[in-house]
């Protein structure tokens, strides 16, 4: 009789590399944040610290701090410029609520419901021009325009979802695109950055640029795909906000082409803000796992991780790498 063969199980991937790779460079960051959120507005500093403060996981500027160990980089001018990237991030999450009338973000009450819609847009403004004035410290031409023109894809990119919503019509290539734009466009500039600053070679930037680019992707491929696969406490945001929005997300897209007349006839509904409650978002979820969709979903995010693990291979190995590929792995098994 033979032994049964029992295969290996690899520990879940966890963030905890990364953190304990730039720990020593975000103290610095943080610094520069909390020094820059500041302002004689007592309403400035509230608000953007109830954001900042509000146990996000870093991840962007995060790539600029490991990308800058990964090129050997020994100098300062990263730690600024990671905090110009977290305040971009940050100014497009507040006016992302005000858009979408979120409630919840990080598991609290979104700034939006605590200061209302018009102070959130301009504290939002407020952090852009904050990053910008560390852009221009940094005194670098190359950096200011990857950090501007990502600011502006970002923007375009939003505005293309907006369009695009109750859409139902929207193609996979369409979605790729919008969330190329909004989201992975900072993910690859914030790598990207980290190159310049070394003066590393093209190659480098290029290949920092395509693993940001690719984890930004499978970043929000999963973020997509968690609307409809965890709960509230777990996303810090209320489940089935994308749902309600008529937002046309993969998991959606999937679910519509592979279903029978029936199913797109609700699909259609719901899209369009017909049926978009409670009992209809448990309906839309039961679809999805008939049709594979949240599963199909994560399958894509995988392909991207792997693509941006693979874009490393030009630097040698190390915990820098070790901890961007695990970074990488993270970003699509994580629940939350």
């Known amino acids: 009789m033979t032994a049964e063969i029992v295969p290996l199980q690899r520990n879940k991937p966890t963030l905890d590399p990364m953190l304990s790779l730039t720990a020593t460079a975000m103290n610095s960051v943080n610094t520069v944040i909390l020094d820059r959120m500041q302002s004689e507005i007592p309403l400035i500093p509230a608000l953007a610290g109830h954001l900042i403060s509000g146990g996000g996981k870093r991840l962007r500027p995060m790539l600029t701090l490991a990308g800058a160990e990964l090129v050997g980089y020994q100098g300062s001018r990263h730690h600024k410029l990671a905090a110009a990237v977290e305040f971009i991030h ?181 899209i369009g803000g017909h049926r978009t409650s409670e009992a209809d978002l448990a309906y839309a979820i039961t679809l999805m796992e008939r049709h594979d969709a949240v599963e199909a979903t994560r399958q894509r995010a995988r392909h991207f991780a792997e693509r941006a693990i693979d874009a490393l291979s030009i630097f040698p190995d190390g915990k820098a790498r070790m901890a961007l590929s695990e970074a990488a792995m993270f970003a699509v098994s994580r629940g939350y």
């Open 90 to 270: 940050t100014a497009t999450l507040l006016h992302d609520d005000v858009v979408d009338g979120s409630d919840l973000r990080r598991g609290k009450a979104a700034a939006n419901i605590i200061f209302g819609n018009p102070a959130t847009v301009l504290v939002g403004d407020f952090l852009f021009s904050r990053a910008f004035e560390l852009m221009v410290e940094d005194g670098s031409l190359k950096v200011l325009k990857i950090l501007s023109s990502a600011s502006a894809i970002i923007a375009e990119g939003e505005v293309d979802q907006l369009t695009a919503q109750r859409q139902i019509e929207t193609s996979e290539e369409r979605y790729l695109s919008i969330i190329g734009a909004k989201t992975a466009a900072l993910f690859a500039a914030a790598s990207r950055i980290s190159a310049v600053v070394a003066e590393c070679s093209d190659a480098q930037e290029e290949a920092l640029d395509a693993y940001g680019r690719n984890l930004g992707i499978a970043f929000q491929l999963v973020d997509d795909a968690l609307d409809y696969s965890s709960d509230a406490a777990a996303m810090g945001k209320d489940r089935g906000d994308d749902f309600r929005e008529g937002k046309m997300t993969l998991p959606v897209i999937l679910a519509y082409a592979r279903g029978n007349e029936e199913e797109r006839g609700f699909w259609k509904a719901a």
